[in-house]
């Protein structure tokens, strides 16, 4: 590719777009002036955010780190967010061409999401299972694709 990732200056604005957005994070106090809808919005879900971001910039470390600062938010409670997370997850792993943590992270994403109806989120799994390609012949891959197109319905 020979593409300079921290040269880009894509990268560069989204990391400084987060940057500001913890700054901001950070500055809010419910109860006085900030109002009650920006509740949703913590720290957590910013780093489950700042993983996909990293995933899209093409930095598997970034979104590594990332990652385990969105660790606390429970599956059983934030059961959506959390396969995603599992599937950005996957897809750096693959980036990184780390295939046994990138299956991991594909089976965890699996096992959330067949318990959630939307194509979005199951998109980002598709997504997890075209990336796998390079690894088709890989018997813990096909039995991953397989099970993939068995348990989630199609993306279109």
């Known amino acids: 590719m020979g593409l300079d990732f921290a040269r880009d200056p894509n990268n560069r604005a989204a990391k400084a ?3 500001r957005t913890q700054e901001l ?7 006085s002036h900030d109002p009650e809808r920006l509740a949703y919005m913590t720290h957590v879900r910013l780093a489950t955010d700042a993983t996909e971001v990293h995933r899209d910039l093409a930095d598997p470390a970034g979104a590594f780190a990332w990652s ?4 606390p938010m429970p599956a059983d409670r934030f059961t959506r967010a959390t396969g995603i997370r599992m599937a ?4 750096s792993h693959l980036q990184a061409r780390d295939l046994e943590p990138g299956l991991a ?3 965890i994403s699996l096992t959330i999401l067949s318990n959630v109806h939307s194509s979005r989120a199951h998109s980002y799994l598709h997504d ?16 991953l694709i397989q099970r993939t197109r068995t348990e989630l319905p199609a993306v279109a």
């Open 105 to 107: 992270a594909a089976n």
């Open 25 to 31: 994070l950070d500055s809010i106090r419910l109860g």
């Open 128 to 143: 997890v299972t075209r990336a796998l390609a390079p690894w088709k012949n890989h018997p813990e891959v096909a039995d």
């Open 68 to 71: 385990k600062l969105a660790q």
């Open 17 to 19: 777009a987060l940057g």
């Open 88 to 91: 950005v997850l996957a897809n």
